[in-house]
């Protein structure tokens, strides 16, 4: 099986910064996507920013230009660096991971447990 844990979130106001990590562990071949979600209560959960193994990143355009994605995979580890917070980024984030557990098994997702970020004055 496979665990991810979130670590990071809290109170941070309006233009204050916040970094996410999320750590992998179990039996992991290797991530071949790392994704970062965010959901207030009533929503949908939106996607927010994606990492590839190949070394590519995608940004939601809501917060292009203020959040940032990087993975250490020697860690099995991404993380969010969140900047210039606004109210409306008040959410609980989630990563998911997109595993391999071996050359021959397809892919599978997995989540974290969710942290929550509250951007207030």
């Known amino acids: 099986q496979v665990q991810l844990v979130e670590s990071g979130g809290g109170l941070v106001q309006p233009g204050g910064s916040l970094q996410l990590s999320c750590a992998a562990s179990?039996?992991?071949?290797?991530?071949?996507?790392w994704s970062w979600y965010r959901q207030v209560p009533g929503s949908q959960r939106e996607w927010v920013a994606a990492?590839?193994?190949?070394?590519?990143?995608n940004y939601a355009d809501l917060v292009k230009g203020r959040f940032g994605i990087s993975r250490d995979n020697a860690k099995n580890t991404a993380y969010l660096q969140m900047n210039n917070l606004k109210p409306e980024d008040t959410a609980v984030y989630y990563c998911?991971?997109?595993?391999?557990?071996?050359?021959?098994?397809?892919?599978?997702?997995?989540w974290g447990q969710g942290v929550q970020v509250t951007v207030s004055a």
């Open positions: 998911n991971a997109n595993v391999r557990k071996n050359a021959g098994r397809p892919s599978e997702d997995y």
């Open positions: 990492a590839s193994s190949g070394g590519a990143s």
């Open positions: 179990g039996k992991i071949w290797t991530i071949v996507t």
